[in-house]
């Protein structure tokens, strides 16, 4: 008897279980996240109307959606003057030549100041290229810890040294040592879009290589087995055995560095008021008009999104080089 | 030897001759475009701070009067004065909107040491002093009202008691202002030491940069941007600032600004353009027509007793200039400054970009800032008046400006009664007697004028 009412209980709870599952089960599954967004805009337009700040009211979706459109408008005027200012030039350029015969004339960039598009531009480009750099360092450098312990050995005590830093750390050292040493008189890049992509190549190093070592040090004994076997070269064993093993570590690390990189990105920017999103969010900040949170906001979505693009366009590329097409991938 | 001295002598007048008659065809003959000659540098960067007296650079800009001299000029808007300052000196920026003290400062080495020259004056005026609600309910009760509103301009006399109190109280009183060497540190410290209020020494000779030694009231750097914020915060109970952050004040009702500048010195010089003496040796075109443009620019801003303010204020509004809301902008912009919430009064040279010789680079202004600069041991040792005047024509060249001007006139786009006389003018303004304390300042000798203040380092008085 006694033990019948734990048991009864149980059930009840099951039952429970597959009516709630029920539910969940009719509604299709694109409601949920509609569902979810909802809620956060309902519950974000509440709070937004009682908070108030020295820039007036905290802005809700709808001062969000207006200044959006806003930026559009700045942004499409700024083309205009663009193109003004190029026929503009184009004209002075000839009357000059008609003056002083020896000039060569030059068409140069438009002078305007960048607007919001413009800056999201730089950063992608920016963290893409920090990014990059960070993996091709980051690759290489894992393998070789993941199949040999004596170079784990030695990389690990810098790897957790490193690993933790924070970028703005790194900041003032990256840009003493970019304006130190990149020194040229036409550079091909500014000294900020440098400073910049290092400072995110230097934070985005880590995962990708504790991933990369993780993944090649588990590969399967059997794989490796195969390849002792078949004799392989250590670079066909690499090739063959190592990389195809270990993509879906990789990759995890990847995905997480690029993360961090685009976080990294928007701080450093901030902070050394290099060109990008981060600048933008900064100059807002430092405006204070009654639009400026707005502003803001608009671009805290900004990045959010750019940030789960860039996550979904890492995971599309991990199913293409990926061999086990079936591997659930989330 | 009779004969040689008499060669000798010969030769002297016959070379000042030919140096008059030179001087002379300078002075007739056309100064044309072509004269001048094509800019060495087509392409330029210019730095500013988010301040409304940076009008200048964005009018030249959105008026295309940068363009009409051949210059494509990128405005960049830049963190705070030091980063301004010392990208000028690296050369990451080919001219800056700066502190009239900036250039000064970085020439003697009192903070970065490099060589600063400046042709043009941006602006007179257009500071404020603002104090947090806090401050001014309690320095409210000393001052006496007229017609139901307080009578300006409010003297540190009334703060005294505010920070006695303070100090009693064991409470440090802090103030914020932009730079060590701005124009708002000066005018901050001026005020409060004509309300025998100790703003304290520097001790540079000491490693001591701080500015606090003797202080009643503790002054610190921040950012112009940040002044409202930061006051918010209650990190510092009261400031000294540039437009649109005094107003701001206002519209957020966190403080009450209670002097402008222009009741502690009347129609004193605040920005000017700075460019670095390696930078205008190689690019001297360049650095008449930038000049010329920015007079223009000036001219513009002041035309038909301010018609073109509204105008500018939208400019000025637009996110990438200064950026905050248009009619933050326009209170000031406009001829009037609001005081306490509701307390507009008419100021109608508040911010001065062209009247009153607005632009021209005055010797006697840059002594005033180096005498400044002795007063609080900036400058740590005595100099003589004679220092003063070569250190004042090392850095102020109003020669380039000239040539500037003239060619403006001989172009149909300037007017010569707007200048001073090119020919007779000495760089010297006749002794100003509009200060909030009445003491007189003469250009020409700066260590009497140092006498004449009670609180403040004179004569051989080494800290």
Not at chain 1, 121 to 139: C, D, E, P, Q, R
Not at chain 1, 282 to 287: A, K
């Amino acid at each position: 008897m006694s033990k019948s009412i734990p048991v009864v209980s149980h059930i009840g709870q099951i039952r429970g279980k597959n009516v709630l599952g029920n539910i969940m089960s009719t509604v299709p599954k694109l409601l949920m996240p509609v569902v979810g967004i909802l809620l956060f805009l309902a519950i974000w337009n509440v709070v937004a109307k009682n908070i108030d700040t020295s820039l007036g009211q905290f802005p809700g979706p709808a001062q969000v959606w207006e200044q959006t459109f806003t930026l559009i408008d700045e942004h499409s005027a700024q083309r205009e003057k663009a193109d003004a200012f190029y026929a503009r030039q184009e004209e002075r350029n000839a009357a000059r030549v008609a003056k002083d015969p020896t000039y060569v004339p030059k068409i140069r960039d438009f002078t305007g100041a960048p607007t919001f598009f413009d800056q999201i531009w730089t950063s992608l480009y920016t963290v893409m290229v920090g990014f990059f750099i960070a993996s091709i360092v980051a690759v290489p450098v894992g393998i070789l810890c993941g199949l040999s312990k004596s170079a784990y050995s030695a990389m690990n005590p810098l790897i957790q040294i490193f690993k933790p830093v924070s970028p703005l750390a790194w900041l003032p050292l990256v840009t003493m040592v970019v304006s130190a040493v990149y020194v040229s008189d036409d550079p091909m890049f500014s000294k900020s879009f440098i400073t910049s992509a290092f400072t995110v190549s230097l934070c985005c190093l880590w995962p990708t290589l504790i991933n990369t070592a993780v993944g090649v040090s588990n590969i399967d004994s059997d794989l490796v087995n195969v390849s002792k076997v078949l004799r392989l070269k250590p670079l066909s064993h690499v090739q063959k055995i190592v990389l195809p093993a270990s993509i879906p570590m990789i990759f995890t690390g990847l995905r997480l560095s690029l993360g961090i990189g685009w976080m990294v990105l928007i701080a450093a920017e901030m902070l050394a008021q290099n060109p990008g999103l981060g600048k933008f969010v900064w100059d807002e900040f430092q405006n204070g008009s009654s639009e400026s949170l707005a502003r803001i906001m608009v671009a805290v979505i900004t990045i959010g999104l750019i940030g789960f693009l860039l996550d979904r366009l890492m995971l599309s590329v991990q199913r293409l080089v990926s061999w086990d097409k079936n591997a659930v991938l989330r | 030897m009779l004969h040689k001295t008499v060669k000798h002598k010969f030769k002297q007048v016959a070379g000042s001759l030919t140096l008059v008659a030179s001087l002379f065809t300078a002075s007739v003959t056309t100064v044309s475009a072509e004269d001048i000659g094509w800019p060495e540098k087509e392409e330029l960067k210019f730095g500013f701070i988010k301040l409304t007296d940076m009008a200048p650079l964005a009018i030249a800009y959105e008026k295309g009067y940068f363009e009409d001299e051949g210059l494509y000029v990128t405005l960049e808007a830049q963190a705070n004065w030091k980063v301004l300052l010392d990208r000028v000196i690296d050369g990451q920026l080919d001219g800056a909107h700066m502190l009239a003290g900036q250039p000064l400062g970085a020439t003697i080495g009192f903070g970065t040491q490099s060589h600063i020259i400046t042709a043009f004056s941006m602006d007179l005026n257009g500071n404020g002093i603002t104090v947090s609600n806090d401050v001014w309910a309690e320095m409210e009760k000393h001052i006496p009202v007229e017609n139901g509103k307080p009578v300006h301009p409010i003297k540190a006399d009334y703060l005294k008691p505010v920070v006695d109190s303070y100090k009693q109280a064991g409470k440090p009183f802090k103030m914020g202002m932009v730079f060590p060497v701005s124009t708002h540190n000066y005018e901050l410290r001026y005020w409060l030491a004509a309300g025998g209020i100790h703003p304290g020494y520097y001790a540079p000779h000491k490693g001591d940069t701080s500015g606090q030694i003797d202080a009643q009231a503790l002054l610190s750097v921040t950012p112009p941007p940040q002044m409202p914020a930061t006051m918010e915060a209650g990190t510092i109970f009261g400031y000294c600032v540039g437009e649109p952050w005094n107003q701001q004040a206002v519209f957020k009702g966190i403080g009450v600004p209670v002097i402008t500048d222009y009741e502690i010195w009347k129609n004193n010089p605040e920005k000017v353009f700075g460019v670095s003496k390696t930078w205008a040796e190689e690019n001297p075109n360049t650095h008449i027509r930038v000049v010329k443009a920015m007079i223009r620019a000036a001219m513009w801003l002041d035309a038909n007793n301010n018609a073109n303010r509204p105008e500018a204020v939208k400019i000025l509004a637009k996110s990438s200039y200064v950026g905050a809301d248009a009619d933050v902008i326009a209170n000031s912009m406009t001829g009037t400054f609001e005081y306490e919430k509701g307390d507009k009064r008419e100021v109608p040279d508040f911010n001065t970009f062209f009247r009153h010789n607005a632009t021209y680079p005055f010797y006697s202004d840059a002594i005033w800032y180096l005498t400044q600069m002795r007063r609080w041991g900036q400058i740590a040792e005595p100099k003589s008046d004679d220092w003063y005047m070569q250190t004042a024509k090392s850095v102020y060249r109003p020669d380039i400006y000239t040539i500037a001007a003239k060619a403006l006139i001989e172009e149909g786009l300037a007017d010569p009664k707007d200048f001073p006389d090119f020919d007779t003018e000495t760089g010297f303004k006749p002794p100003q007697t509009e200060f909030i304390d009445n003491v007189t300042f003469d250009g020409s000798k700066p260590n009497e004028y140092l006498e004449k203040f009670s609180i403040g380092l004179k004569g051989d008085t080494v800290l």
